[in-house]
């Protein structure tokens, strides 16, 4: 069964930090690099974090140096720690494969507010 659950989540002020979880079933963890994304208002799904089953990692200008992707592999989640946030790091969070497929199973996600 396919199944994406994120967690971690919630209203933080203007520099503050949130760690999120993702916990995943095998089928999609194992092998697969695995990506935090975010989605805010109005705004298309973008890239924020992948990491290789190995612990390589990426991370796109607009993140590089606040965020940190990781994974348990025994565990089959993935983490993002979150410091330093702006307001405009408000979105929907979710965790998916990189890259993505045609088409894709997608969990709830988890909020996160920044206030300013």
């Known amino acids: 069964q396919v199944q994406l659950v994120e967690s971690g989540g919630g209203l933080v002020q203007n520099g503050g930090s949130l760690r999120l979880s993702c916990a995943a079933s095998?089928?999609?963890?194992?092998?697969?690099?695995m990506g935090w994304y975010r989605q805010a208002p109005g705004k298309e799904r973008e890239l924020v974090a992948r990491?290789?089953?190995?612990?390589?990692?990426y991370y796109p200008d607009s993140v590089k140096g606040r965020f940190t992707i990781s994974r348990d592999n025994a565990k089959n989640t993935v983490y993002l720690q979150m410091n330093s946030l702006k307001p405009e790091d408000t979105a929907v969070y979710y965790c998916?494969?990189?890259?993505?497929?045609?088409?894709?199973?997608w969990g709830q996600g988890t909020h996160v507010t920044v206030s300013s």
């Open positions: 998916n494969i990189w890259p993505l497929r045609v088409r894709n199973y």
């Open positions: 095998r089928s999609i963890f194992s092998n697969n690099i």
């Open positions: 990491v290789t089953s190995g612990g390589s990692s």
